[in-house]
């Protein structure tokens, strides 16, 4: 009896010991298969950032050891006008293009799912913007949107109407850096698309039978089925409208357009840029870029904790 | 490389490992792709419906129109190129000639080709070895270190953007191509996300069996784990391969002359030297934007499918 326990004992030590050292082997490949992960976050994440709020208490030109001004740059911050002029042009866009972006997704979308089998063929159509680099897509910004002689402008004028000059008009510059960057939906509405030929079909016809129309089948089936992928759509667009760059940039800033004022373009990510490297002021753009991850932080946290009310997920998702 | 699809064909005729027959590269989502209730429907020619294909020509028409006009500005001469016409009324090459005279294209192409491949190679191979080292091993922290990889995806690059500057400044890369790719050496956390997912749908029994065969951890990732999540592997390569083809933001920070430029780069360049406020010769600017465009959307039509289901699962796992 009491060898029976004792060997059933040992060898269930023994399991546990073998365990213990599989799981041991298993931590250790798993880390050396991690490990390119880890080398890479600990230099090109943990440390920059380490340094980037070390930076943004300094005044720092490259070529001069840093020198530290405490909070200095962030008092600056409030005293610089750009700042204001960027963070209004920033907030302006994000408040206007996400919104139109999402509703031109959402809307194109729904159209390939009805489209059938030529869905495949159109989809290819919208998606080819999104492979335009968005260098040449400011380049065509430029074109399009010309005062005198744009495509824009002669499709207005075919129906009668006076095309504004949006590409040196202040006030028409964001709208047509808007319009442009509604060119690109591609990807979103292949999200949407994916999401919506995954609502089952049986909602639908029980809506049907019980006689609803086709405005409550969207707003009451269609919608909440797909709003987990509307606001990861919603999310990502935010946080890329807060940071765009390239087609502005290259539409108006560089050596070139010395003609016209561009302030109504300079957006947030632009100024910081030019702060950087153009004008060297390191220790300045850190400060800037510290406002800009906090900013962006609090609009995701306000987003996320809205979507609990609104993000409908089915029961097993993950 | 250049040829992924070419690749994944051959890939699916070879048995690739005598395992079981278990889902091959299917996403954790369940189906390989969405499902298609829209499709099963047998097309009926209703108002409706007529309707509906008439919105997506014109729709069709609004997106791919601006690059039609760009590729037919581009065979105008200077004086034509901004008459609007669809089929250029005289019909030249010499804009190409010209733009190849006027700027080293063959190089600003090869520059940014090898960038290209080096970034898209290096980051699939990095991000899979990660990827693996998550999916597959059970070890303590492995939820909280792979919270760590998504939280990094929060991080706005302007944050880093300075401080990873310095990094290369120091080691005195700036000017060279390496920063422009090396940095993929090191996974990415979003590619390390996604073919996380793609593992993770691997059967587990799978790799029990080959390990019970005498596989090692190695053997096991390249000799199954990799064969399997091909799709995966090159929805990764071509979506690093048009990022960075299309990137301006890096080549503006780390490329000073011209001989180093990549094509992005080197059109922002003829924009400032050729546009607004220079020569105006758009001509030439609009050249070397069709030259940037054609080779993604040559991307895109060698790799469409895996495009449309690596944007579709990027979605439904967000």
Redesign the interface.
């Known amino acids: 009896m009491a060898t029976v326990v004792d060997s059933t004992g040992s060898e269930e030590r023994a399991r546990a010991v073998a365990r213990r050292r599989r799981?041991r082997r298993?931590?250790r490949?798993?880390?050396?298969?991690?490990s390119?992960?880890i080398?890479?976050?600990l230099?090109?994440?943990a440390?920059?950032?380490l340094?980037?709020a070390y930076?943004s208490l300094t005044d720092y030109d490259?070529i001069n050891d840093p020198n530290f001004v405490g909070l200095d740059n962030y008092r600056r911050l409030f005293e610089d006008e750009k700042i204001a002029l960027a963070l209004g042009n920033t907030f302006f866009y994000a408040a206007i293009q996400v919104p139109l972006y999402i509703v031109v997704s959402l809307g194109?979308a729904m159209?390939?799912?009805?489209?059938?089998?030529?869905?495949g063929f159109?989809?290819?159509?919208?998606?080819?913007?999104n492979?335009?680099?968005?260098?040449?897509v400011?380049?065509?910004l430029?074109?399009?949107f010309?005062g005198?002689?744009g495509?824009i402008n002669?499709v207005l004028g075919f129906f009668g109407i006076d095309g504004p000059n949006w590409t040196t008009d202040q006030s028409w510059i964001k709208p047509a850096i808007i319009l442009t960057s509604l060119?690109s939906v591609?990807?979103s509405v292949?999200?949407?698309?994916?999401?919506l030929?995954?609502?089952?079909?049986e909602l639908y016809d029980a809506a049907r039978v019980d006689g609803a129309n086709g405005w409550q089948r969207t707003v009451r089936i269609t919608i909440p089925m797909i709003s987990?992928?509307l606001f990861?759509?919603f999310i990502?667009n935010s946080?890329a409208a807060?940071?765009t760059?390239?087609e502005a940039?290259?539409a108006f800033f560089?050596?070139?357009?010395?003609?016209?004022s561009n302030d109504a373009a300079l957006f947030y990510?632009i100024y910081?840029?030019q702060q950087?490297?153009e004008f060297l002021n390191?220790g300045y753009?850190?400060a800037?870029?510290?406002v800009?991850?906090v900013i962006?932080?609090i609009i995701?946290l306000i987003q996320l904790k809205v979507s609990k009310r609104f993000v409908y997920l089915e029961g097993e998702q993950r | 490389m250049s040829t992924p699809s070419l690749d994944l064909d051959r890939v699916r005729d070879t048995p690739v490992v005598p395992v079981t027959g278990g889902p091959v590269g299917t996403p954790g989502a369940g189906s390989p792709g969405?499902?298609?209730?829209?499709?099963r429907?047998p097309?009926r020619w209703t108002a409706?419906?007529i309707a509906?294909?008439a919105?997506?020509v014109a729709?069709?028409v609004v997106?791919?129109?601006?690059?039609i006009?760009?590729v037919s500005?581009s065979f105008k001469p200077r004086g034509e190129v901004?008459?609007?016409k669809l089929i250029p009324e005289t019909f030249t090459f010499q804009n190409y000639l010209d733009v190849w005279a006027d700027a080293p294209m063959l190089l600003w192409l090869g520059n940014t080709l090898l960038v290209t491949v080096l970034a898209a190679v290096s980051v699939t191979l990095?991000s899979a070895?990660?990827a693996?080292?998550?999916a597959?091993?059970?070890?303590?922290g492995?939820d909280a270190?792979f919270g760590?990889?998504l939280a990094?995806m929060?991080?706005?690059?302007?944050?880093?953007?300075?401080?990873?500057?310095?990094?290369w400044?120091s080691l005195g890369m700036v000017n060279t191509l390496t920063p422009l790719w090396a940095?993929n050496?090191?996974?990415s956390a979003f590619y390390?996300f996604l073919l996380r997912q793609f593992f993770m749908g691997l059967p587990r029994e799978t790799f029990e069996a080959a390990k019970i065969d005498g596989a090692n951890?190695w053997t096991m990732?390249t000799r199954i784990a990799l064969p399997l999540t091909k799709p995966a592997m090159i929805v990764t390569l071509i979506f690093e391969f048009?990022a960075a083809?299309?990137d301006?933001?890096r080549p503006?920070?780390y490329l000073r002359d011209s001989d180093k430029f990549t094509i992005?780069r080197g059109?922002?360049a003829l924009?400032?030297?050729f546009?607004?406020?220079?020569e105006w010769h758009?001509e030439i600017?609009?050249t070397a934007?069709v030259i940037?465009?054609i080779p993604?959307?040559v991307?895109?039509f060698l790799g469409?499918r895996h495009?449309?289901q690596g944007?579709?699962t990027?979605?439904?796992k967000?």
């Open positions: 799981g298993d931590t490949a798993a880390l050396l298969f991690i390119p992960w080398v890479g976050f230099v090109f994440t440390w920059p950032v340094n980037s930076l490259v194109l159209l390939l799912n009805q489209a059938g089998r030529a869905a159109f989809r290819t159509a919208f998606y080819l913007p492979m335009t680099p968005p260098v040449a400011g380049v065509l430029l074109l399009v010309n005198q002689n495509l002669e060119w591609g990807s292949i999200i949407l698309l994916a999401a030929r995954n609502v089952p079909q987990g992928a990861f759509v990502v946080i807060f940071q760059f390239t940039y290259t560089g050596s070139g357009n010395t003609t016209y990510v910081l840029f950087a490297f390191m753009a850190s800037m870029a510290w800009l991850f962006i932080l995701t | 969405p499902a298609r209730n829209g499709d429907r097309t409706g419906r509906i294909v919105a997506l729709l069709t997106f791919v129109y601006p690059f006009w760009l500005a901004f008459d609007n990095s070895l990660v693996w080292g998550f597959y091993f059970r070890f303590k492995r270190l760590l990889v990094t929060m991080l706005p690059g302007a944050v880093t953007m300075v401080p990873v500057f310095l990094i400044n940095g050496l090191f996974g390390i951890n990732f048009q083809w299309t301006l933001m503006l920070i992005p059109l922002k924009l400032d030297q546009g607004f406020g220079g758009w600017v609009i934007s940037t465009t993604m959307i991307l895109f469409q495009f449309v944007i579709a990027t979605g439904a967000g």
